[in-house]
């Protein structure tokens, strides 16, 4: 039989929300009002439904759809914030690539970022640090950037000396 145990890990494995609700401290921390975000790492759909409450339009890209995310923003009466874009699957080159021809296309300008997408390897997470950098984002949040767990979030964080929250989540302003 399954249990609240088994049904809370179904929805909330992999998600920065958790019951300390550390990254809606962040948020408040960081003091943002963005207009337009952008998330890479949407999964089921729960730190979107966060950011969509503090934004006007969310932007949340994917490599993998999750059926599961929209009927959630529908409960939270979030939906019409957010535009949900499932990204190239077949490489991370591919999924960046993507992303910024999706953003130029659609003349998406953020204000502010959140990458919660690739965490293990340097390259894949600093690619789309740059690309984001390149498009003029003035803030960036990264997710799991100091544990042992995601090497690649934790060295780009050192590297553009981002400021820590909770030791986890990296904080840049350009
Ligand atoms: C940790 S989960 C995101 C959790 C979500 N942000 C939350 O806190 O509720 C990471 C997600 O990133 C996706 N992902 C991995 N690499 C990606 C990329 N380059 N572009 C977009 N999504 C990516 C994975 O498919 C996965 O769904």
Known sequence: MIGYK????????????????KFVNVLKDIGIQPDTTVEVGTHKGLSTAIL????NTVNTFDVQYQ???????KLLNIEDRIIYV???QTSQKEAAIDIELYL????????FVFIDGPHTHYEDVMLLFKLFVKLGAPRILLD????????GTAQVAK??????FYDRFAYWEG
């Open 159 to 164: 590297e553009i000396k981002a400021k820590m």
């Open 52 to 55: 969509a409450s503090i934004s």
């Open 6 to 21: 088994e049904i809370h890990w179904a929805i909330f494995a992999a998600s920065c929300i958790t019951a300390e609700d």
């Open 86 to 88: 499932v990204v190239g």
């Open 67 to 73: 059926p599961i995310a929209e009927p959630i923003w």
């Open 104 to 111: 130029r296309k659609h003349d998406v300008h953020p204000d």
């Open 144 to 151: 799991d950037a100091a544990d042992k767990k995601f090497p």
